[in-house]
């Protein structure tokens, strides 16, 4: 049963601490990608990663960090200098077929500061 | 930067009606582009995608057009149903590189 799992659904920081974001896949896919979802904001990139050890700051990678040392995992680290990170934060991977590629999304993580 | 605007921000139809959603993009390098469909608490979906060599794609209901010169595309639902109900993300692409989503459209279908 392929796809993508992240864990946990819902996770609970107190202000000041990190919190890992885990994210899996078993699709074989190259690139991984985190976004950030608010209502009224659409889907904004966090940081990316096209291959194994390699990754890019999206749009919005401040106070977060990521490690890509396995291709089927790309956990994401909600620093404590992020400051307003309460949020539905959701992770992708994608393919390229013939130029073009199918983001296929996990269910979501719903952060929420305390 | 926002390199994909998308309009309206909420749509709201009844049952049978064609919403339409728009999106205007910036880069001529794009080449790809998707829609995106999400239902509450759930990661989005693939919906249908165009490639700008065509100016139109059908798939059962949905529909894209593709207006090149304008910049522009949009997703139509003929004969919307409640089920319908989701939040529409437009999205475009160069080959290669990464995904850039709209804002996205809450779209209701009213019984």
């Known amino acids: 049963d392929g796809g993508i799992t992240q864990s946990p659904k819902y996770l609970f920081r107190k202000e000041g601490q990190n919190v890992t974001l885990s994210c899996e896949q078993n699709l074989n896919h190259d690139a991984m990608y985190w976004y950030r979802q608010d209502p009224g904001q659409g889907l904004r990139l966090i940081y990316y990663s096209q291959i194994v050890n390699d990754f890019q700051k999206g749009d919005i990678a401040e106070g977060y960090s990521v490690s890509r040392e396995k291709k089927e995992s790309f956990p994401l680290t909600v620093t404590s200098a992020q400051k307003n990170p309460t949020a539905f934060y959701l992770c992708a991977s994608s393919y390229n077929r013939g130029g073009r590629s199918e983001a296929f999304f996990g269910q979501g993580t719903r952060l929420t500061v305390v | ?111």
């Open chain 2, 1 to 111: 930067q926002q390199q994909v605007k998308q309009s309206p921000q909420s749509l709201i139809v009844q049952k049978g009606g064609i919403p339409i959603i728009n999106c205007a993009y910036e880069n001529t390098a794009f080449d790809y582009f998707p829609w995106y469909q999400q239902f509450p608490g759930k990661g989005p979906a693939l919906l249908i995608a165009i490639r700008p060599d065509v100016s139109e794609k059908k798939e059962g209901r949905f529909t894209i057009s593709f207006n090149k010169s304008a910049k522009q595309f949009s997703l139509h639902i003929m004969d919307s149903q409640p089920g319908d109900s989701a939040t529409y993300f437009c999205a475009t692409e160069t080959s290669g590189s990464r995904l850039t989503f709209g804002e996205g459209t809450q779209l209701t279908v009213n019984p």
